[in-house]
Nanobody, 126 residues
């Protein structure tokens, strides 16, 4: 069993920055690819970014490329999402997720992720 707990969300003005964290416990964190997803009010959950177990591969949604950076610290069992140049359309509940298999696979496919956190709210004001 894996428990994922997100933190770092909040209210920020457009153009500002936030860093989200996701702390994992209960399983070998360093062996599993992980990702960030988000869900805005009235919209479906969407892929944001993903990272392989050893950080050798990363992927981003087109909407966040060049502004967001995903990273991980396996020694600390923590996943990060650095968000810069935030826009009002980035407002959403942000979730971290972990795969159950070690293969990177299709990082943007929500169905490939088995464990999910409860989410942290990010609100960007204009």
């Amino acid at each position: 069993q894996v428990q994922l707990v997100e933190s770092g969300g909040g209210l920020v003005q457009a153009g500002g920055s936030l860093r989200l964290s996701c702390t994992a416990s209960g399983r070998a964190f360093s062996t599993t690819p992980m990702g960030w997803f988000r869900q805005a009010p009235g919209k479906e959950r969407e892929f944001v970014a993903a990272i392989s177990s050893r950080s050798s591969m990363t992927d981003y949604a087109d909407s966040v490329k060049g502004r967001f950076t995903i990273s991980r610290d396996n020694a600390a069992n923590t996943l990060y999402l650095q968000m810069n140049s935030l826009k009002p359309e980035d407002t959403a509940l942000y979730y971290c997720a972990a795969k159950i298999r070690a293969t990177y696979g299709s990082p943007s496919e929500e169905g490939e992720y088995y464990y999910w956190g409860q989410g942290t709210q990010v609100t960007v004001s204009s």
